[in-house]
C-alpha cells in the first residue's frame, strides 16, 4: 500500500495476480481443513499465514477502488483467492528465477524507497501510525521493498527497452477519442495527449511481455508447483 515507483512496479503485482495455468497443469492435492500450508513451489511453502495476510492487503486495495470482496459471491470469492494465491505463487517462481541469476537489489535501493515512502507521511509519527495500521513492521515493510524492487528488476531485464510508433498512439488515442465521444465529452486533441498516450502503450506492452514471462515461468516449472488450498 505504500509502494509507488516505475511504470512496470505499478503493473507488476496485477500482472502476477492474473498469470495462472488454473487447468491440469497445476498439481492440486487434497489436504486436511487448517492446514498450514497452501502451495508449495519447488519445494519451497507458501505457508497459509502468508497467504491470509495477502487476502487482507489486497482486500485493502479492491477497497480503495470501490470493491468490497466480501460482498462478492461464493464463487467470485473462490475466483478471488485464486488471484492471491496465483499471485503468491508467480512471485515466489520469480524469486527463485531472480535468485538463480544472482539478481539482487543493493541496499542502497531499499533505503532509497522507504526514504520515498516516508516523504509521503507529515513525520516520523504518521508514518508510525500507517504501520500500525497496516498492521506491519518497518523491517517487514523493508522485505516487502525488498521483494517489490527484486521481481521488477528481474522483470525490467527480460523485457529491456519498450518502443512505441506514432500508429500505435494514434491507435491509443482513437480508443480514448471514442470512450470521450460516447460519455459526450470533448477528447483533447492528439498532441496534447501524446505524452500520456505513450506512457499507456508502454505500459500496454510492457504488460503483455509480463505476462509472457510468468506463463513461461509457470509452464516450466508445472510439475514442481504443488496447491493444497
Not at 477497497?63 to 503468491?88: H, P, R, S, T, Y
Not at 543493493?106 to 516520523?124: A, R, V, Y
Not at 510508433?165 to 491509443?172: F, I, Y
Amino acid at each position: 500500500m505504500f509502494l509507488k515507483g516505475s511504470i512496470v512496479l505499478a503493473i507488476v503485482v496485477m500482472i502476477l495476480g492474473a498469470c495462472s495455468n488454473n487447468d491440469s497443469s497445476d498439481k492440486k492435492e487434497s489436504s486436511k481443513e487448517g492446514s498450514k500450508v497452501v502451495a508449495t513451489v519447488n519445494g519451497e511453502e507458501i505457508s497459509r499465514a502468508d497467504f491470509e495476510t495477502e487476502m487482507e492487503n489486497t482486500k485493502a486495495t479492491y477497497a480503495q477502488q470501490g470493491m468490497n470482496i466480501d460482498e462478492m459471491d461464493k464463487e467470485q470469492q473462490k475466483e478471488f483467492e485464486q488471484v492471491v494465491l496465483n499471485q503468491l505463487i508467480n512471485t515466489k517462481l520469480v524469486l527463485q528465477t531472480a535468485e538463480e541469476g544472482k539478481v539482487s537489489v543493493e541496499q542502497k535501493d531499499i533505503d532509497g524507497e522507504i526514504k520515498n515512502i516516508k516523504s509521503q507521511f507529515e513525520d516520523e509519527a504518521k508514518f508510525k501510525e500507517a504501520l500500525k495500521e497496516g498492521k506491519i513492521t518497518e523491517d517487514e515493510l523493508k522485505e516487502q521493498v525488498k521483494t517489490q524492487l527484486t521481481v521488477t528488476k528481474f522483470l525490467e531485464s527480460k523485457i529491456g527497452e519498450i518502443d512505441v510508433t506514432e500508429e500505435e498512439l494514434k491507435a491509443v488515442y482513437n480508443q480514448y477519442k471514442e470512450a470521450a465521444e460516447l460519455q459526450k465529452q470533448e477528447p483533447e486533441k492528439f498532441e496534447t495527449m501524446k505524452p500520456q498516450l505513450e506512457q499507456q502503450a508502454i505500459a500496454q506492452k510492457q504488460g503483455e511481455k509480463v505476462n509472457e514471462v510468468i506463463e513461461e515461468l509457470r509452464s516450466s516449472n508445472e510439475k514442481n508447483i504443488k496447491i493444497t488450498l
